[in-house]
Nanobody, 124 residues
């Protein structure tokens, strides 16, 4: 089992920044990669970004490229999501997730464990 706890969400004005954290505990050695997803009200969950623990490769959804940055601290078993130039359409609950697999990072079904989510609200 892997437990994931997100933090860092909140209310910010358009153009502002937030940094989300996701702390992992438990059988973290089984995790190959970590991802961030988000779900806005009335919409399906969507992939945002992911990072591989093995080679630090990162993967981004097109709509966040140049604005969001994922990073990881292996010593702390923590993944971060730095979000800059936030837009109202970024408003959503953000979830981090962990997977044992080395492919399919943009697919929610790839992930074995999920956090409880943290709310991000961007006002216009």
């Amino acid at each position: 089992q892997v437990q994931l706890v997100e933090s860092g969400g909140g209310l910010v004005q358009a153009g502002g920044s937030l940094r989300l954290s996701c702390a992992a505990s438990g059988r973290t050695f089984s995790s190959y990669a970590m991802g961030w997803f988000r779900q806005a009200p009335g919409k399906e969950r969507e992939f945002v970004t992911a990072i591989s623990w093995r080679d630090d490769r990162t993967y981004y959804q097109e709509f966040v490229k140049g604005r969001f940055t994922i990073s990881g601290d292996k010593a702390k078993n923590t993944v971060y999501l730095q979000m800059n130039s936030l837009k109202p359409e970024d408003t959503a609950v953000y979830y981090c997730a962990s997977t044992r697999w080395n492919r399919g990072f943009s697919e929610g079904r790839t992930y074995d464990y999920w956090g409880q989510g943290t709310q991000v609200t961007v006002s216009s």
